[in-house]
């Protein structure tokens, strides 16, 4: 008969290591868009799980990423902007925006992304288009949340699906 003080570490032992090898569930990333009237700006931040959003980098640049690594910051900065400026464009009132890229940082299994609209006049209307993780899953869901002063409307966008426009 097999013990057991035997079975519970066994089990244990097939839970880390079956749960080692997958990975997350979920395809989501998250865009907030907020107002600041005092700035007349736009403060504009992405989180995107890193293990995903490193591997779209590695397939789309064809080299050597690694978010986490110190030595590397200057290079990922390169990389994480450029394909950010390519898979996120934000309209306010109808008229496109110039984003600018601030930096990015990991947060356990997330990296947060931020860049900045100056010169943003009264935020009437917003639109956002997300195709942030579109080339790398066709589940792909992103959380869009557009912020004007103390109003905060948000939707989800689902692939293949790309843009959530509001007017406040």
Do not use: W
């Not at 005092?38 to 590695?58: A, G, H, Q």
């Not at 009132?93 to 299994?109: A, M, Q, R, S």
């Amino acid at each position: 008969m097999f013990k057991l003080k035997y079975l519970l570490p066994l089990l244990l032992f097939i839970y880390i290591n079956l749960g080692a090898g997958l990975k997350h569930p979920l395809h989501v990333s998250t865009t907030e868009v907020s107002f600041n009237a005092k700035e007349k700006s736009l403060e504009v931040s992405c989180r995107i799980f890193t293990d995903d959003f490193e591997s779209i980098l590695v397939k789309l640049y064809k080299q050597k990423t690694d978010l986490s690594e110190p030595a590397m910051k200057a290079k990922m900065d390169e990389i994480v902007k450029k394909y950010l400026m390519s898979h996120l464009q934000i309209k306010v009132n109808g008229k496109p925006t110039v984003l600018k890229y601030i930096g990015f940082e990991i947060d356990h299994e997330a990296t947060n992304i931020y860049l900045e609209v100056d010169k943003a006049s009264s935020f009437k209307a917003a639109e956002v288009t997300s195709t942030i993780l579109y080339d790398q899953f066709d589940d792909q869901m992103s959380i869009v949340h557009l912020v004007n002063g103390k109003v905060r409307k948000s939707s989800k966008i689902l692939f293949p699906d790309k843009t959530f426009a509001t007017n406040f």
